[in-house]
């Protein structure tokens, strides 16, 4: 690099960002920036004639107070531009030139000796160089500076500015009083001060400049990221805008264009009320103008007649004008016809549920979180929304969708609830085990990973306890069915042997027993605890009583002939199998009416036992190895299972029952298993292998408690599952 190019470089450096000129007197703000004194006492002056305090830095923008004195003089001088200010007063000549430092005259300097690091004028150059001591020494011109001269000149070292010491370079640093100075200094006004070298004390506060520099570099690029970002954020919010402003406008053009074709058919159909009630309209004119014509018509005969006032015509033609003119009169008038009254009724006003939605919520950042799910069982998904920074957040108006979906396609029952902190709290009911597809929506928009495949576990059982009946000498037992009550949990066993019906608590502990004439084959409770009990050896078959077992009344059976089983639904329709008929007869609450019968089509075997369960009848038909499924009404939908040994076949079905999970629940009798279903058919699992060695005959269930009691044909044992 050349002279001038370098002395154009500092200029550029030493200019004041006010006055645009090289500084003077530059002093410096605590942000760091640089300016003639003058230049920022006349911008404190102009900021206190707008009655303001402080002034703002020109270059960083930051406020500072204005002085008392309404002046900066007091700030610190830049040690770095005044000296670019004394290397640039030796090229311009504008400026007042550096004067000679070793003589008392005051001469311009014309020289610099890098030795003796001063300024010489002409005759102090030539003593310099006559001297033995001194000739050898590295001096240049002023006028012949190059640039590796200027950057010396720039660095050389500091001098003293104390009277007498002008010869002194300030190599010392006070620790105390945290100044330069030089050795005279050290000894007449800093004696006994903690002193230093001057590179010494500027390498360790180099350090911490270094440091502090270091932090600031990362600010640096913390900012620049962060810049970055907020560029990426602006130019995200621009593209939303634009894509909501685009959805928007598309939404409108297909509203414009679906009421422009509501428009062209209701125009259409106004066109054809015109034209149908113009043609009512028409068809009564021509036929008014036509009776009108022949009516004039024989006015004119009449009259021409009566003005000739000829006796023989009048003889002639009475009898025929007579006639005529009674059968114009006779002649039914067609009926004024009126049209409807016309108008065009809105029954809703066009609304537009559309609305601009601002949120802080970013889609692609919300979360949902799922709990294990099993059938039959309340379940949650919890969705959480999180700003684009992955933090929690809440918006008010945030939109939030769960659309659930069974392996059949079928949409699960869904409720939503909302903390106000972010969470949003989803609760379904799985009502059938495999797969299902969750479908999240934030704002319109899918949740990352969205669907989400869950699994539905299967509702297992595990065995709990067994207990017998009581009093087993007084004959052969023989449990031919169970029952227990969801209110109290007691448990009502059918001894049909024994023609007894004893009744336990929950935990299988013996309360009491009720005797009855004609062995009981069934028994139920209702949903006010009382117990309902059947038997098909007397003519009282339905009987009530008490939960403690006091009778309380008959009830009317003249439907029933030879009855086998007895269920209740929710609704209190009694539901009873029968041998005799062959079909299954669904009863009033109170036995009186016949509300359903059905019959298994093609089938001559009688059915075992049956239960409703959301508007389809479970019937078992032990000698055909199947359940059949009914609709409300009684007809005949479907078959579950067949005769075999495998899953889901069947070797003499007879007790069966749907639990809280929407399992079917089947005694597989001559299997020696219980067998679990979906309402589909779909086989599921196998309850019991390791405990029933005979027949499972019957089973009840304790919805409230989730408790499975099943019992054996031959065996006087209660095996319990929960």
Known sequence: MDVQQLFRMLKKEA?????????????????????????????????????????????????????DTNTFANLPSSFHLNRLVDVLALHDSTVQVQKCNSCDENNPATSYCFVCQSFM??????????????????????????????????????ICSQQYHADQALDFYCEDCKVLICLKCSIVSHNRH????????????????????????????????????????????????????????????????????????????????????????????????????????????????????????????????????????????????????????????FDTFDQILVTKTDSLMCLAEFDDSEIGRESNIVVVTRDSGGLQCYQRDDQIKVDIL???????????????????????????????????????????GSPFLVQIRQHHYQFSFKFGLEGNRAGEPWISDIAVSDRTGTIAVADAANNRIQLFSSNGQFKTQVKLDGGPFSVAFTDCGDLLTLSSENNNKLRLFSEEGQFIKH??????????????????????TDHASKDVKVLSPDGNDQLVSMTAPNCDSSPECAAYHEKRFYVSYPVDGCIKVFDKTGVYIYDIGC?????????????????KCNQLIVCDADNGRVQLFTLSGEFLSTLGEEWFFDSPWCAAINLNSDTLFVSSFSRYDIFVFH
């Open 15 to 67: 200019e004041c960002p006010l006055c645009l000129d090289t500084v003077k007197n530059p002093k410096t703000l605590p942000c760091l920036h640089s300016f003639c004194l003058e230049c920022l006492d006349k911008l404190a002056n102009f900021a206190r004639r707008q009655l303001q305090t402080s002034i703002k830095c020109p270059v960083c923008q930051t406020s500072f107070p204005i002085p």
């Open 121 to 158: 004028c002409e005759s102090c150059f030539q003593s310099h160089q006559r001297l033995k001591a001194t000739r050898d020494h590295r001096n240049v011109l002023i006028d012949k500076l190059q640039a590796q001269d200027v950057q010396e000149l720039i660095e050389r070292p500091v």
């Open 194 to 349: 903690l002193v230093t070298d001057t590179r010494k004390a500027a390498l360790e506060q180099k350090m911490q400049m270094t440091e502090a520099v270091a932090k600031l570099k990362a600010e640096i690029l913390f900012c620049e990221n962060e810049i970055k970002k907020q560029t990426e954020l602006k130019d995200k919010n621009v593209t939303d805008i634009m894509n909501a402003e685009e959805k928007m406008t598309d939404s409108v053009e297909e509203w414009i264009r679906n009421l422009r074709e509501h428009e062209k058919k209701m125009k259409q159909k106004f066109r054809e009320i015109y034209e149908t009630e113009q043609k009512q309209h028409e068809t009564r004119l021509e036929n008014l103008e036509l009776i009108t014509t022949q009516l004039k018509s024989c006015v004119e005969r009449g009259q021409g007649v009566l003005e000739r006032n000829i006796s023989a015509e009048i003889l002639e033609t009475n009898q025929t004008i007579l006639k005529r003119c009674d059968e114009l009169i006779n002649t039914r008038k067609p009926d004024r016809y009126k049209s409807p009254y016309l108008n065009y009724l809105v029954k809703k006003r």
């Open 406 to 448: 069974t392996a059949e396609g079928d949409h699960l029952k869904t409720e939503l609830k909302e903390s106000k902190d972010g969470k949003y709290t989803v609760t379904y009911t799985p009502q059938c085990v495999g797969h299902h597809s969750v479908k999240i929506e934030v704002n319109e928009l899918p949740l990352t």
């Open 555 to 576: 009830i009317n059976d003249k439907h029933l002939k030879k009855p086998r089983h007895l269920s209740i639904a929710s609704d209190g329709r009694l539901i009873i």
């Open 643 to 659: 005769e075999g040994s495998s899953d889901g076949q069947f070797d003499c079905p007879r007790g069966l029952l749907i639990d």
